[in-house]
């Protein structure tokens, strides 16, 4: 599986971004999709995940409520959208694939992953 995320940017506090993370060999449709996120001097952290099957999410705590994750499966895309963005929200986001479909806010079950891309938010 290869991913390739995309649409991260500068934004003001309060603004919103969306991010994409393009899917493909992917074979099968009992997989997850997973965003993560990682801020200089701190851990990596589950921002959001997707069913790409059933479309069930999961999120980290810093993210309910502001994050939606969504998936076109026509379009072998998934969607990170972020809202009412704050400052320690600027981090590189990644997007990850999991096979097991647990979500989990461990990167270790995730197995493919693409590359970064820088949000920052100021304020």
């Known amino acids: 599986v290869q991913l390739q995320a995309s649409g991260g940017g500068s934004v003001q506090s309060g603004g919103s971004l969306r991010l994409s993370c393009a899917v493909s060999g992917l074979t099968r449709d009992d997989y997850a999709i997973g965003w993560f996120r990682r801020a200089p001097g701190k851990w990596r952290e589950l921002v959001g995940c997707i069913s790409v099957k059933t479309g069930t999410t999961v999120y980290g705590d810093s993210a309910k409520g502001r994050f939606t994750v969504s998936r076109d499966n026509a379009k072998s895309t998934v969607t990170l959208q972020m809202n009412n963005l704050k400052p320690e929200d600027t981090a590189v986001y990644y997007c990850?694939?999991?096979?097991?479909?647990?979500?989990?806010?461990?990167?270790?079950?995730?197995?493919?992953w693409g590359q970064g891309t820088q949000v920052t938010v100021s304020s």
């Open positions: 990850a694939g999991d096979p097991l479909v647990m979500c989990s806010d461990s990167g270790n079950y995730y197995n493919s």
